[in-house]
């Protein structure tokens, strides 16, 4: 049984079909790239699986689940999570500090707690699994920088960072290395292999070819809602139809 998949899916806008029938499976452990054309049905598809759309019809289905009714918190609860295109950060908190609210989010804190002295507890684990996540994702020497003097890709790292306190198993990634520079983009690709390395399954949006033949272990093609193909990268850039409706030769060389 797959992790997470999506069955028959469709989300429509008034007459507009932005997914179509879509049908797409993850396995535990994977890294999928999702890749397509601006209006193929990427982020539709990433709003549907993260709750904050719900579908028109088709289900998606996780751990053997249906969640296609469930809330973004409740999905989130479950252990698949997603970042977004532009990094929702506390602006004027520290890196630290971002961090431990959304361990914050994730605890599981009772007024019984408060009476029996666990929140203290509680608090103090906060902080030490945040500065744990801070170090993992290679931010500890800026763990006291307030988030808005960060340079754009330790923002995206930060992001990243906020998301793996939830404690995901599957990390939804929209568009990770978008503004970065060259510098940048090849310290994300580690990261993300890194927190692969560590168990997590990942689903990735990207427009970065090279960086998605070069992470991802499948690739799925969206073209106008729809799956036009599946397979490992050499696939991919093999195949006529990708290559027409979207990566062209020079673009996948480049």
């Known amino acids: 049984m797959a992790l997470l998949e999506v069955r028959g899916l469709s989300k429509y806008f008034g007459g507009l079909a932005a997914v179509s029938d879509l049908d797409l499976a993850i396995d535990e452990g994977e890294i999928r790239g999702l890749i397509g054309p601006n209006g193929a049905g990427k982020t539709t598809l990433f709003n549907v699986i993260s709750g904050v759309y719900r579908p028109t019809k088709g289900s998606v289905i996780y751990q053997g689940e249906d969640i296609s009714r469930f809330s973004p918190s409740r999905i989130a609860e479950r252990g698949l999570v997603r970042t977004f295109q532009r990094t929702a950060l506390f602006h004027d ?86 503004g970065m520079n060259p510098v940048e983009k090849e310290h994300m690709i580690a990261l993300i292999r890194k927190l692969h390395d560590s168990g997590i399954t990942i689903l990735m ?41 979207y990566l062209g030769g020079e673009e996948v060389a480049a």
């Open 93 to 178: 908190f520290t890196v630290l500090k971002n961090v431990v609210i959304a361990r914050h989010l994730r605890a599981k804190e009772t007024i019984f707690g408060a009476i029996a002295g666990t929140a203290r507890q509680m608090e103090k684990e906060n902080e030490k699994k945040a500065l744990e996540i801070v170090e993992f994702l290679e931010l500890g020497p800026f763990k006291d920088e307030l988030a808005l003097n960060l340079p754009h890709g330790h923002q995206r790292a930060l992001g990243v960072a906020i998301a793996l306190a939830t404690e995901p198993k599957v990390l939804m990634l929209d568009e990770p290395l978008t």
């Open 205 to 245: 949006v990207e427009h970065d070819m090279k960086s998605v033949m070069g992470l991802c272990i499948q690739i799925s093609v969206l073209d106008f809602g729809k799956l036009l193909a599946e397979g490992p990268p050499e696939e991919i850039l093999a195949n006529p139809d990708v290559i027409e409706a």
